[in-house]
């Protein structure tokens, strides 16, 4: 069965260069999550859709930053004047509504600031 | 602010003896905790999901027991193999928002 797909699996990025960053979640969940991790670390929360509905930003790290989905399916997060310290693995995550549920994530988008 | 602390950062055991990992957060009020495998280079497998009214969930060589009051979850792997290495993630839900909470993870190593 199909899991959450991201694409694409590499970027590299010279400094000040936008990117855009997809995510399909898995089908019929309701849910939507962008997570970063760092090298070494665990990841650390962006934000959450709920459908096409964006209820919670509080960890997006600068207006730089942006995600949308807009019909409530794939998302795109968007990173705006890429700067090094943006450099991380950004990882998409699907679960059924409500939010207590399992969240399934994908493989992750390796970004590389130069 | 919830706040997540794996122990150890890394931990290298002989093949066949058990590990034992450990997770603790400084906010009780948590909805549910779970425990990921993350292979270098990959994304996060979920491996089991303990609800905050349950005391353990088990699978397969896998047993994780949560202690809420105390803001502590260990997971246990059984006779570990060489395929068990990897690093292993504990996150925690708030039951007041959506986001996942994660420690730093702790680096397996499981020598043949």
């Known amino acids: 069965g199909a899991g959450v797909s991201q694409s694409p699996r590499y970027k590299v990025a010279k400094r000040g260069q936008d990117v855009a960053l997809r995510c399909d979640p898995i089908s019929g969940h309701v849910s939507l999550f962008w997570y970063q991790q760092a090298l070494g670390q665990g990841p650390e929360f962006l934000t959450y859709?709920?459908?096409?509905?964006?209820?919670?930003k509080s960890g997006l790290p600068s207006d730089r930053f942006f995600a949308e989905r807009p019909e409530g399916s794939v998302s795109t997060l968007k990173i705006q004047r890429t700067q090094q310290e943006d450099s991380a693995v950004y990882l998409c995550?699907?679960?059924?509504?409500?939010?207590?549920?399992?969240?399934?994530f994908g493989p992750g988008t390796r970004l590389t600031v130069t | 602010k919830q706040e997540v602390t794996q122990i150890p950062a890394a931990l290298s055991v002989p093949e066949g003896e058990n590990l034992v990992l450990n997770c603790s957060f400084t906010d009780s009020a948590i909805y549910n905790l779970q425990w990921f495998r993350q292979d270098p280079g990959k994304g996060l497998t979920s491996l089991l999901l303990i609800q905050s009214s349950q005391r353990e969930q088990t699978s397969g060589r896998l047993n994780a027991s949560l202690d809420k009051s105390s803001g502590r979850s260990t997971l246990y792997i059984a006779a570990s193999q060489p395929g068990d290495s990897a690093t292993y993630l504990c996150a925690v839900l708030q039951a007041a928002g959506n986001k996942l909470t994660f420690g730093g993870g702790t680096r397996v190593l499981v020598k043949p």
């Open positions: 859709f709920q459908n096409e509905a964006q209820l919670d």
């Open positions: 995550a699907s679960s059924l509504s409500p939010p207590s549920y399992e969240q399934y």
